[in-house]
């Protein structure tokens, strides 16, 4: 999925170590979710909404819009 | 600046070339490529196997020898970043199980070679045991010990394993039943399963970016 996490974390001015000591993972983790290759679990996409102050849907980016609802 | 990875992975490649050769030379003219030579193709296999998991282990062993090592070798990694918390003991617990795969794969066929059969090979069951029952507390270590990215890596990667393998059990089981193909051993297909599941790993572990 697609996100803004690099934009996010340089405007922090965060090292890819530093967002990972904050969330107690490996850099690694960070770099997979940047570069597209990892979705986070749920808990870590919320760490790091609460980390940077924003709703999740302003880090990760979804074009899926729902079917319209049939109307009873 | 021009980019200089293309250029160091080169140097590296040289420098891997070299000692690849020595390694080789010495190892022929001390006559142990003979004596391995002699060796049933299955246990040659394995053999194989078990050099390439001890030549990782002693790499992510020398890799997490220290820090400042670490930050050289690693990829990607920028100046002044601090290293994940725990990122140099995980290592070298991977170094270490993976250096304990590589003794289970060659302790069998070493010792029915140096003639360790019948009641002879009883101690060297036990010893197998020992190391197995180790590797596995190891291997739960790791695992509790690891995050999201690798345990998700983890799953991803024995449920590839697991796909693969049975299909090629039942392909082959399935061929040997109907006369086609020969029956092949235990060893044979303890091997090949170890074999798919580094190869699946690494495979996984490069899709997700896990050596950046």
Do not use: C
């Not at chain 2, 020398?62 to 400042?68: D, E």
């Not at chain 2, 697991?162 to 090629?168: A, C, I, M, P, S």
């Amino acid at each position: 999925m697609k996100n803004r996490l690099r934009v996010l974390r340089a405007e922090a001015n965060l090292s890819q170590g530093d967002l990972a000591g904050l969330l107690g993972v490996s850099r690694q983790t960070i770099n997979a979710v940047e570069t597209d290759k990892y979705d986070p679990s749920l808990p870590l996409a919320m760490r790091l909404s609460k980390i940077f102050g924003v709703p999740i849907d302003a880090i990760f980016l979804d074009d899926w819009t729902p079917p319209e609802l049939p109307h009873g | 600046m021009a980019d200089r990875k293309p250029r160091r992975r080169l140097v590296h490649a040289a420098y891997g070339a070299a000692i690849g050769f020595v390694i080789a030379l010495a190892a022929g003219r001390s006559g142990l490529i003979a004596w391995l030579a002699e060796m049933p193709v299955e246990d040659m296999a394995s053999t194989a196997l078990a050099v390439l998991l001890l030549s990782l282990g002693l790499f992510a062993l020398i890799a997490a020898s220290s820090s400042a090592l670490y930050r050289r070798m690693a990829e990607n990694y920028q100046e002044g970043d601090p290293l994940d918390a725990g990122v140099l003991r995980y290592l070298r617990m991977n170094g270490a199980a993976l250096l304990l795969g590589a003794a289970l794969l060659l302790v069998p066929p070493l010792a029915v070679r140096f003639g360790f059969t019948g009641d002879a090979a009883i101690p060297v069951a036990i010893g197998i045991a020992a190391l197995l029952a180790l590797q596995t507390w190891l291997s739960a270590r790791i695992r509790r010990g690891s995050d999201e990215l690798n345990r998700a890596a983890l799953a991803e990667a024995s449920i590839a394993s697991f796909w693969l393998l049975q299909f090629g059990l039942f392909g082959w089981a399935a061929l040997a039943r109907l006369g086609l193909v020969a029956n092949v051993s235990l060893w044979t297909l303890m091997t090949i399963s170890g074999a798919i599941y580094l190869a699946v790993s690494i495979v996984v572990a490069l899709r997700r970016g896990m050596f950046a």
